[in-house]
T-cell receptor, first 113, second 112 residues
């Protein structure tokens, strides 16, 4: 596809469960980003990958959150022991390099009951 | 700490009524300022990048401008299809190239 894709589009889970959110970036984009957006707020930075490595993970809120990008393309955001406060839209973006404009996917809406 | 503040929080316009949205920023060295449009239930859509004070960019009914402290998104003769949330984000010096700091957005509603 031409744009960033994210799966699933919606995820409902129970408190304490483990979830994985997937992001497929635009083909050829070396940089990949994860953001979290709460209702009525702008996106909040979580982590940035350049290739396979995490260049900046300063936005991850705690050690329950982890992300990987093993082959430098698809990325997975993993959340352990989910809490109700983790409910938000998780956005993924990519860019040709690690600077300049970022192109966003449609997001995954996570609801923790 | 880098801060981005957008105003107003919400703006209602009649079709054809021009106006401006504001984005004020406090950062330690600006590397770039970005405007995005976000429709309900969708991800942000890139509009403009501005890098230095005095720079202007235009696209259809939208024009973005930049000073050393703020950016404006001017909307000329808006149409109902311009209704969306407009987000401003900055890439600040002293942070990684990947990190954008966003404002909370301005919700624009254009009535026919």
């Amino acid at each position: 596809g031409a744009g960033v894709s994210q799966t699933p589009s919606n995820k409902v889970t129970e408190k304490g469960k483990y979830v994985e959110l997937r992001c497929d970036p635009i083909s050829g984009h070396t940089a990949l980003y994860w953001y979290r957006q709460s209702l009525g707020q702008g996106p909040e930075f979580l982590i940035y990958f350049q290739g396979t490595g995490a260049a900046d993970d300063s936005g991850l809120p705690n050690d329950r959150f982890f992300a990987v990008r093993p082959e430098g393309s698809v990325s997975t955001l993993k959340i352990q022991r989910t809490e109700r406060g983790d409910s938000a839209v998780y956005l993924c973006a990519s860019s040709p390099k690690g600077r300049g404009e970022q192109f966003f996917g449609p997001g995954t809406r996570l609801t923790v009951l | 700490e880098d801060q981005v503040t957008q105003s107003p929080e919400a703006l209602r316009l009649q079709e054809g009524e021009s106006s401006s949205l504001n984005c004020s920023y406090t950062v330690s060295g600006l590397r770039g300022l970005f405007w995005y449009r976000q429709d309900p239930g969708k991800g942000p859509e890139f509009l403009f990048t501005l890098y230095s004070a005095g720079e202007e960019k235009e696209k259809e009914r939208l024009k973005a401008t930049l000073t050393k402290k703020e950016s404006f998104l001017h909307i000329t003769a808006p149409k109902p299809e311009d209704s969306a949330t407009y987000l401003c984000a900055v890439h600040a010096g002293g942070t990684s190239y990947g990190k954008l700091t966003f404002g909370q957005g301005t919700i624009l509603t254009v009535h026919p």
